[in-house]
């Protein structure tokens, strides 16, 4: 794994996290299993430079999976900064909410929380429950929430994305996945580390969830957090033929570096590749 990732860091030159590099990748037209060992496609970028430390298929499309939360994420700060909403703001849980799988928080009809309790909930434990709820909350419908995401992700130059779900679950029958690619994820976490309060969320291990006898400790899927030294995000995702992905942010020498690997196998992979990226980086640009 060492000589893979610095062998093809010794190819890389220095270069804008949106510089468009030449790739012969195509979008996956249905949920086939796309996951490769080590990875289908990593980037590591230096946030205040913009400089790229370490690039290996970097615009190969990929199924972000959960990863889209962050695009949910995103939306909503700006709306609490733009004071369309408040963080104490109280939703109430549609029925909806009740019929999705995958991780969650098993919200029951008619239960109601604080935005700030809910956005925990998509970035701690991965709730796909809480991220409809929330989605429907701001923008009336799941699918009204889709548009506000694909219009933002083509504002900030996400170019090669495409969402389609505000969870990222593998889709149902004769639906669409949700698309995307390592560089354009990094553009989506730049922009989110533009609001500090991310780290907020994404810097968090564990949370309790509803009070009483229904609570519960949710957990953070990133394992990197309280393993590698100043990582404080963002997000991981996985579904099988997706396979296991994940941004990650860590302060480094007075340096913030992201990270996207994306379409590991296994997460030990996933989580060694996004490690190294993030600690083992050169930490001297190139001077002219």
Not at 36 to 46: E, M, R, S, T
Not at 203 to 223: I, K, T, V
């Amino acid at each position: 794994m060492n000589r893979l990732i610095f062998t093809l860091l010794a190819m890389v030159t220095a270069g804008c996290v949106t510089h468009e590099k030449v790739t012969r990748s195509t979008a996956p037209t249905s949920t086939e299993r796309i996951a490769k060992n080590p990875y289908v496609g990593a980037l590591a970028v230096d946030i205040k430079s913009g400089r790229v430390l370490f690039e290996e298929n970097a615009d190969a499309k990929i199924y972000p999976a959960s990863l889209v939360k962050l695009m949910e994420l995103l939306i909503i700060l700006e709306k609490v900064q733009h004071a369309d909403l408040r963080l104490s703001d109280t939703v109430t849980a549609g029925a909806e909410a009740a019929r999705v799988g995958g991780s969650q928080v098993f919200l029951r009809e008619g239960e109601q929380f604080t935005i700030d309790d809910l956005i925990f909930a998509i970035v701690v434990q991965s709730a796909n429950d809480a991220a409809v709820v929330l989605a429907t909350h701001v923008a009336g419908s799941k699918e009204a929430f889709v548009q506000q995401m694909n219009k933002r992700a083509a504002e900030i130059g996400m170019k090669s994305t495409h969402f389609a779900s505000v969870h990222g679950l593998p889709p149902a029958k004769g639906e669409t996945p949700d698309i995307s690619t390592p560089r354009d994820l990094v553009l989506l976490a730049r922009e989110l580390l533009k609001h500090p309060e991310t780290l907020r969320y994404t810097g968090c291990r564990e949370r309790a969830f509803r009070s009483g006898e229904q609570s519960f400790r949710m957990r953070n899927h990133n394992h990197l957090l309280g393993t590698v030294e100043g990582c404080d995000g963002l997000k991981t995702g996985y579904f099988n033929a997706a396979g296991f992905s994940i941004v990650a942010t860590a302060l480094q020498k007075e340096r913030r570096i992201i990270a996207v690997v994306a379409g590991c196998r296994d997460r030990q992979t996933r989580d060694a590749t996004a490690q190294k990226l993030l600690t083992d980086m050169p930490l001297t640009e190139n001077r002219e």
